[in-house]
C-alpha cells in the first residue's frame, strides 16, 4: 500500500496560461502577431495569435466540477477555479489533495507546443516557444521551486534552434522537454531517420527526459460519426504506436542514456505490446535487417516510463512492466483528474501493492527521472 509519508509526484498536470504570459515577454516586434487575450462578440475570453482567434476548450478546465457539468464549450477565466492559472493557488489545491509536486504541460500552445510550429512566421514561434519557458520557468515553478518541476517547450521544427533551447533552459533549471510523441504524423522527419540526432543529443548531455503527451502526434482516427469519447478512449493507442516505433528505432541505441516519457498513455497495454514487440524481433529481425541486439523488452526497461491516471489493469501487471517504469499523474484541471481525491484513489489502487513499490510509483521514480528533490 501506499505510505503515508509518501509525498505524491504527479507527473502529467497542466497550466491555463494567463493573458500576459507573452504580452510581458515577447519583443515589441512581435507583439502584434503574438498571443493575447481578447473579448470575443459572445463575452468569451480567447486567444488572438498569428491572425486567427483561438478558444480555451471547457475540457481543459474543469477541476472542481462534477463530471455531470463537463462539457467542450468555451471557457473564460472567470468560469474557471483559479488554481488553473495562478501557481499560488494550485499549491493550495495541491495541498488539499495532498500532492506534493507537479510537472505541468501548456495548453494554448498545444501540449507540444504544435501551435508555434503551424504559424508562417517561424521567428514569432521561437519567440513564442522561449518566452513560454520564461514564464514556466522563472514565474510558475519559480513561485514554489520545491513544488513544481520545470518541463520546457521545443521550437522542435528547427533542430539546431531546439538544441540551443534545450542548452539555454537547461542551465536555467528545465528538468523536462515536452515533445511530439509522432513528429511525422506533423509532417517532420521519423524517429527511425537521424534528423533529430542533435536535438535527442542534447536531451541526453543535458539529462532531459522527452516526455511525450498523448495527442501530441494527433487525435486518433475514428469512423465518421463517431462521438469524441471514441477518440478519448482511443488516445492512448498513440503511446502504444510511439512505444512501438522507438522500440524498433535506433533511437536507444545511438542514445542509451535517452529516457522518454508516455504522458498520460497509461500502463495495461504495456505488458502486452512488449510481449509481442519481442515475439516480432525474434522471427523477424534477421530479414528485416534490425540493428536490435536485445528483445525490446529489455530495452524498455531504462528508457521508457509509462504514467497513468487510474488503471487496475496495469497495476495488477507491475512484475511484467517493472516497477522502476511506472509514474503516476493527477491530470489536474482535465476532465480525466480526480481532484480533490486522487490522493484516496491511488491508495485504493495501491491496497495491494508492496510498500516500497507504491513508494516508487506514487513519488521515487519521478524523483529520480527528473532529478528532482524538491520537499525532501
Known amino acids: ?187 517532420f522527419d521519423s524517429f527511425h531517420s537521424d534528423a533529430w540526432d542533435p536535438l535527442l543529443a542534447a536531451a541526453q548531455s543535458t539529462q532531459m527526459p522527452l516526455c511525450m503527451h498523448f495527442g501530441t502526434g494527433g487525435a486518433p482516427t475514428t469512423t465518421p460519426g463517431a462521438p469524441f469519447a471514441v477518440a478519448i478512449a482511443l488516445f492512448g493507442t498513440n503511446s502504444q504506436f510511439t512505444t512501438t516505433e522507438l522500440l524498433f528505432s535506433p533511437v536507444f541505441t545511438k542514445f542509451p542514456d535517452l529516457k522518454v516519457a508516455m504522458s498520460e498513455g497509461g500502463i495495461g497495454w504495456i505488458p502486452y505490446v512488449l510481449e509481442r514487440c519481442d515475439y516480432t524481433w525474434d522471427r523477424h529481425r534477421h530479414y528485416q535487417h534490425l540493428d536490435l541486439k536485445v528483445p525490446p523488452s529489455e530495452l524498455f526497461r531504462g528508457h521508457i516510463y509509462g504514467c497513468f491516471i487510474s488503471d487496475a489493469a496495469g497495476l495488477a501487471n507491475i512484475d511484467l512492466i517493472g516497477e522502476e517504469s511506472i509514474m503516476w499523474e493527477c491530470d489536474y484541471p482535465h476532465s480525466d483528474s480526480n481532484w480533490p481525491h486522487a490522493r484516496t484513489m491511488l491508495e485504493k489502487s495501491l491496497i495491494d501493492v508492496p510498500d516500497e513499490t507504491a513508494r516508487k510509483i506514487a513519488e521515487t521514480n519521478a524523483r529520480e527521472l527528473f532529478h528532482f528533490t524538491g520537499g525532501r
Open 1 to 187: 500500500m501506499l505510505p503515508s509519508d509518501a509525498q505524491l509526484i504527479s507527473v502529467d498536470d497542466h497550466v491555463i496560461e494567463h493573458a500576459n504570459v507573452w504580452t510581458d515577454r515577447l519583443p515589441k516586434k512581435h507583439l502584434d502577431q503574438g498571443p493575447r487575450v481578447i473579448t470575443d462578440d459572445e463575452g468569451h475570453d480567447v486567444w488572438h495569435f498569428a491572425g486567427a482567434q483561438h478558444v480555451n476548450i471547457g475540457l481543459n478546465a474543469v477541476a472542481g466540477r462534477p463530471k455531470e457539468e463537463f462539457d467542450m464549450e468555451p471557457t473564460s477565466f472567470g468560469d474557471m477555479i483559479p488554481g488553473c492559472y495562478d501557481p499560488v493557488q494550485r499549491v493550495r489545491d495541491m495541498d488539499l489533495d495532498g500532492i506534493q509536486a507537479q510537472l505541468c504541460f501548456p495548453s494554448f500552445p498545444g501540449f507540444a507546443g504544435t501551435k508555434f510550429a503551424q504559424i508562417a512566421d517561424k521567428e514569432l514561434g521561437r519567440a513564442c516557444v522561449s518566452a513560454y519557458n520564461d514564464w514556466m520557468i522563472d514565474e510558475w515553478c519559480g513561485s514554489a521551486p520545491d513544488r513544481f518541476i520545470p518541463l520546457v517547450l521545443v521550437p522542435f521544427w528547427d533542430v539546431d534552434a531546439s538544441v540551443a533551447e534545450i542548452e539555454r533552459t537547461a542551465a536555467k533549471g528545465a528538468k523536462a522537454i515536452s515533445f511530439p510523441e509522432n513528429p511525422a504524423a506533423l509532417g
